[in-house]
């Protein structure tokens, strides 16, 4: 579904302003040494703790994976839920944003996406809290994203009643995108016993290349993106001496994996025509394809990056109805 976008993107002006304000901390909080000010971050990334009580329907909590290295996810339980016989619901695996650099699952604005998740699709939510660079590079946040799964795998009781491991589905936005493709990939190769992941929600995907796209050279005054900030991720993400076109950024590229013999899950790609990365995210579909995946993409023509986050933004009603329309059908499938 692809449409031409406007000449000109129009947003509520606290849209604007929230844009404007992440921008300007965030530039200032990178360094140019690759090191980054977590300290002056922080001032704009809000944290909120779970609600052991229901709130508009769903409650949460905090799970320790390792805490020696800080991992854990927080999970959503729809409480509202008409379900009641076990292992009904599925359980949608969240990777959230930000440049692998910035945010984290209790961030305010993954936790109101995530619950919204829960509520709009009657699913269980695991929102995974990811080691992040330039503290931890490559490949530190896939084998968080992959070690949370094993742990699902082997200790399902963490997990409600409800919860269906055997219906997972893969999501996330931004970088949690990029994270879940290559754990989806992960999974494929080393199986689990349990989690069996049916679908993948890839939300405006980070990926890059050497190559400056068509999207990179014309949108340059769009909010949030830009090339230089995009490189400053990837220089400190990427293993030192590696360039661009790396497995991990330029996925379909050079350098990319062969999928085309594994069991890799139908795939869901949304697109903004106001975000810089909409060529990668087309590249990544169109390889999808061609490696022989079922998959499907959805373009916003007014839409910036990380329109989601937003949900004052009517155009995240029908991006959650999109959502939901994906991974029922996917359940229609394995049901």
Known sequence: MAEKPTTKLTLPWKVRFSYFLISTVSDASRRSNATINRRL?????????PKSTSINGVSSSDVTVDASRKLWFRLYIPSSSPAVSAASLPVIVYFHGGGFTFCTAASTFYDTVCRLYSRAINAVVVSINYRLTPEHRYPSQYNDGFDVLKFLDENGTVLPKIADVSKCCLAGDSAGANLAHHVAVRVCKEKLRTVKVIGLISVQPFFGGEERTDSEIRLTRVPFLSVDRTDWHWKV????????????????????????GLDYPNTIVFMGGFDPLRDWQRKYYEWLRKSGKEAEFIDYPNAPHAFYVFPELPLVSLFISHVKEFVTKQLSNVN
């Open 41 to 49: 971050w922080n001032l704009v990334d809000l944290q909120v703790r």
């Open 237 to 260: 993400f990427l293993p030192n001496g590696s360039n661009r076109d790396h497995e991990a950024s330029n996925v379909s590229g050079p350098n990319a994996v062969d999928i085309s």
